[in-house]
């Protein structure tokens, strides 16, 4: 019930063209819902978040959407560009200590 | 400003040894975190402080892991007779207080147990 579930595992897309990576979550407890992006051989670096009584937020390309009743949330990437080539992580805080269980990663790939 | 830095970036030990992993915060930041992150996997939680105290220590794996943070900056986490299931990246992030602010990550440490 802990578990954060990420699909897919990779994804390659086209310069320009729209990524979208998912997420699924099991524990209604959890109550802050962030991404990551992680580049080799760096740490994770938080790219956007969002609460549960927020249905959607965008920042710049990157857009949250938050399904609540589903327990499902996902990232949306626009115009994707070859920067963005890296692995993206979501992840979901629980309790009092705000730690972070995080999926399992998606590895993005751009194609100029 | 500076960011999390974390030192050494990379150490190799033999199956064994005892080894110390330093984390220097972000000035300020009263909440640390480690968490470990093996290959293709995403980071799992380890333990967290809120000051000089640890809060949740329910990720460590068993007793060779401790953690400490004397004067609520910097933070060590040492494991004892390292085996090579330890090899993994080693993370450690700040946050300014805890549940509800952003987690800022260092670069890692990459530790390799022969």
């Known amino acids: 019930q802990q578990q954060v579930k990420q699909s897919p595992q990779s994804l390659i897309v086209q310069k320009g063209g729209i990524s979208i990576i998912n997420c699924a979550y099991e524990n209604t407890a959890f109550d802050y819902f962030p991404w990551y992006q992680q580049f080799p051989g760096k740490g994770p670096a938080l790219l956007i978040a969002?609460?549960?009584?927020?249905s959607e937020k965008k920042e710049g390309r990157f857009t949250i959407s938050f399904n609540k009743s589903a327990k499902q949330f996902s990232l949306h990437i626009m115009d994707s560009q070859p920067g963005d080539s890296a692995t993206y992580f979501c992840a979901a805080t629980v309790g009092n200590t705000g730690k972070l269980i995080f999926g399992q990663g998606t590895t993005l790939q751009v194609k100029p | 400003g500076a960011g999390v830095s974390q030192t050494p970036s990379n150490k190799v030990t033999e199956k064994g040894k005892y080894v110390e992993l330093r984390c220097d915060p972000i000035?300020?930041?009263?909440?640390l975190y480690w968490y470990r992150q093996s290959l293709g996997q995403g980071p799992e939680f380890l333990i967290y402080?809120?000051?000089?105290?640890?809060?949740?220590d329910s990720g460590l794996p068993n007793d060779r892991f401790f953690a400490v943070r004397p004067e609520g900056s910097v933070s060590t986490l040492k494991i004892q007779r390292t085996e090579r299931g330890d090899s993994a990246v080693y993370l450690c992030?700040?946050?300014?207080?805890?549940?509800?602010?952003?987690?800022?990550f260092g670069p890692g440490t990459r530790l390799t147990v022969t």
């Open positions: 000035s300020g930041h009263t909440a």
């Open positions: 402080f809120q000051g000089t105290g640890a809060a949740d």
């Open positions: 992030a700040s946050s300014l207080a805890g549940r509800g602010y952003e987690q800022y």
């Open positions: 969002i609460r549960p009584d927020v």
